[in-house]
């Protein structure tokens, strides 16, 4: 069983760019699919990208496709969301997940969140 633990949200202005990590502890992310999600004001939570547990394939939601990046570091046990061209309805707070299917749904392990906010 894996803990996961976000960092990296912040205020930024529209155009700039933050990068959010997520650390896995008590377990081994590279044995996971890493998710990210986000809930907008008032809506539900939605996927945003996900990174395959091994080969590194990636996946991602079309609202962030060419502006998001996820990655991994297995050395770090870590996964990162890099976001660029930020918008104000990239507004959000992002959550990291794990789990054993590699796609938008099935996580069996989340992180607390992390609040992004995008100014215009």
């Known amino acids: 069983q894996v803990q996961l633990a976000e960092s990296g949200g912040g205020v930024v202005q529209a155009g700039g760019s933050l990068r959010l990590s997520c650390a896995g502890f008590g377990g081994t992310l590279s044995t996971y699919a890493t998710g990210w999600f986000r809930q907008r004001p008032g809506k539900e939570r939605e996927f945003v990208a996900a990174i395959r547990w091994s080969g590194g394939a990636t996946y991602y939601s079309d609202s962030v496709k060419g502006r998001f990046a996820i990655s991994r570091d297995d050395a770090k046990n870590a996964v990162y969301l890099q976001m660029n061209n930020l918008k104000p309805e990239d507004t959000a707070i992002y959550y990291c997940?794990?789990?054993?299917?590699?796609?938008?749904?099935?996580?069996?392990?989340w992180g607390q969140g992390t609040q992004v906010t995008v100014s215009s």
């Open positions: 997940a794990a789990g054993r299917v590699f796609g938008r749904e099935a996580y069996d392990y």
